[in-house]
């Protein structure tokens, strides 16, 4: 953190109290508890709590930027919403899976469950509505995806949630729809926010001058999020069973579009690096 | 019918209002208050504040085996709570601290002895737990039985510093036997982090204490052992507090309804870190860890003691018999303590007389559970003070009755200070002498 503050970047911090998950994991296995269905009491809200506000205090000493990512519980919004009240540069990040699913998910042992458990545990109802609540007032400033989804092994499904084709539909769908969000903060968390949190040059803003980075979005076309529809080589997706209304339908790069009728039109390997700075 | 004895017309001072009135004592106990009661004794308090007896939360006596952290030809049992009676205290809280590789119990039997015949007013003990073997965490249920119901744990410090999983596993046997964690709390990797690279620059002594040991190293601390104490269940004291990043993390802990309490050590509210630079004298009579830090620090700590965010102040009193080339660590302030808070938050101000009587006297007793003290109840113990609010006395060592030849107060004159000492009833202290018989203090024991 020292090295990142004297360079003017940020540190990003994947903030678990790790010794307390490893003695209770050890304690469940002891007793075996293993698999899904105790996936989140071995990785306890306040021990992510604990982890991010130690991170904001080392942060806070090295006088470093600071990102948490995939902040999944009410503990780790109010940590961040006290620095940041404080003046602290300390921004938060938070996943479509810790939006959308809930840990009752996690009740059984079948594939699904089993892809399901990512670090931080996707938790419930009411640590969902404290993200919700952290992204509408700005405590929380991106929503990415944690994208990682695994192929499946024969006798299990390593852990991996898939979101990078889905993501901005479903916060378009379970935040604008259901009165969470307003449109602006949708785009915002989505588009915005990140370009600046990550110091992306010309991009995030429907500027004149900036890149012409652009989505149509039809906010009335619905979609069933199964593999079939996407377009990851997985057979499997985290939100197989949703629908949801609002789909991206144009996506332009740099001024070349290269989606259009649901088709990718664009040439492959065109994507280049983006060198940053603040 | 004729009490004991009586104390007659004092300004009675309680946690919560204060009136003048008689105070009966029948044996040990607290018999009545009201008005022209007579005793066998009576001794006149007019113009004297009648408070409960102070208790010292946080007391190392000497003990060669425990070094670092304490050092001999300092103050033994004896010594030491003669000099705290002086100051008008009538408990403390000491430490029984085995080392890793030894039995609890045996230690604490072993401390007690130590302990008994020699202590002149009455103490409990906090266990220190030093010892990561889990195997060693299983004989803390024996502890509690033994009268000790709260463990002391470092985050910091050779010798003494616990890793978070054990620290936590003892937390969850505080838990299920209602008792007490009571925790140092620094982050130690970060200080030996800050310290290495110091030294590295040549850069040591009390003047860099501070830079070696920032308050965010402490508000870490804080916060993840308040954090391990809400998944435990388990009350938590956290001693020592220096800074506004503790109390912040305390305050917002208390705001969320969890028990958790604050101690600040009267030190941090009289010094500032410019005393470190002030002398080399001065520094190293008042280095002690955590460190005495900037003056908004200070500020945040009698802000956080006035408005409830801290419960209770008390000494970390370590006196070290100094030799020049080993300053070692430890402040002297058991004797100072009620004075000291008196003068710098009474008569500044900072605090009413009730608060003053309620962090000195009556929260002591209460976090750490020791029956019948700390209030003017009748049934309780008559631990009392006779207090003149308006007696100016200067600290040397020549005034102060610890066995060190220097005093972390030198040359302070406060207002206010105790003229009597009673404890269980007992006259200790009267006219400047201690009055009461050696060895006379009994362990309490805590459930």
Redesign the interface.
Known sequence: MEAVARHNGLAIVHAE?Y??I??LQRRLAMEGKTGPRWHTTMC?S??E??AI??AI??A??AGSRLLGFHVSCA?GVREVR?AKARGQAVWGETCPHYLVLTDALLQSDDFHAQSLMVHPPIRDAKHQAALWQGLADITLDIISTDHCPRHPLEDRHPAGASGIETRLALVHTFGVKTGRLTLNQWVDACCTRPAEVFGLPHKGKLAPGYDADVVLFDPNKNLALSPHHLHSPLNFSSYEGLTVTGFPVTTISRGEVIVENGKFVGKPGRGRFVERGY | MAYDLVIKNGTLIAAHDFFTADLAISGERIAAIGHDLTGKREINARGLYVIPGAIDGHVHLTDPRYAPLYTPSADSFAVGSQAAAFGGVTSFVDFAAPKAGISLVEELERRQEEADGQAVIDYALNLTLRDTNPERIQELPTIFTRGVTSIKMFMAYEGYQLDDVTIFRAMEVVAKHKGLAVLHAENFEIIQELRRRLTAAGKTGPDWHLAGCPSTTEGEAVYRVIAFAQLAGARLLLYHQTCEEGVREIGLAKARGQPVFGEVCVAYLVYTSADYKRSLERGYSILTSPPIREPHHQAALWQGLADGTLDIVSTDHGPRQRKPDQPGQGISSIEARLALVHHFGVRAGRLSLNRWVEVCCTNPAKIFALPRKGQLIPGYDADLVLFDPNKAFTFSPQTLHSAIDFSSYDGITVTGYPVVTLSRGEVLVEDGQFVGQPGRGRFIERG
Do not use: F, V
């Open positions: 109290n010794d307390l490893q003695e306890p306040i021990a709590g604990e506000h130690r205090a080392l806070h000493q503990e006290q």
